[in-house]
């Protein structure tokens, strides 16, 4: 299978899992008696969840398309063009995701509080949160595996 099937299934899921988590750590927040809750607080737990998001993401997908071989991928030959081609597609997926919420919640006045993707701001900070864990651990690669 190729890299770009690879990234699409596994950005797909890990965006599930997050927003699950998300969702369920915004309703608790929201709904428990807590004297110092404030509104920033849903965007918080979408910057943090979305950086573990995207650091998991690159780092299982890295693992599942680069060849077999002992040590970690990201040490290997060629992990930064692995980590390339993940970043990329992740950032093309997130560029559609991001254009078809648009066209569905946000330009139709969706009341979507703090939710994802319900609330286009959320939703924003999230995938931008997903993105920069991504660039991390592209990085990383690139410095472990000596550029190659």
Known sequence: ????????????????????????????????????NSALLPYAIWLVLGAFCGLSHF?????????????????????????NRIFWTSLAILILLGILFYLIYWSRGVAG???????????????LAVLAGE???KEIAVIESGGT
């Open 1 to 36: 299978m190729s890299i770009v099937f690879k990234t699409v299934a596994s950005l797909l899921v890990c965006l599930v899992v997050a927003d699950v988590i998300g969702v369920v750590a915004c309703t608790l927040f929201d709904v428990a008696p807590l004297r110092s």
């Open 59 to 83: 780092a299982a997908t890295g693992a599942w398309a680069s060849p077999r071989a002992e040590g970690d991928w990201s040490s290997r030959p060629g992990a930064a063009a692995i980590g």
């Open 113 to 127: 509080e703090y939710y994802v993707p319900d609330s286009g701001t959320h939703t924003v900070l999230f995938f």
């Open 135 to 137: 660039y991390v651990g």
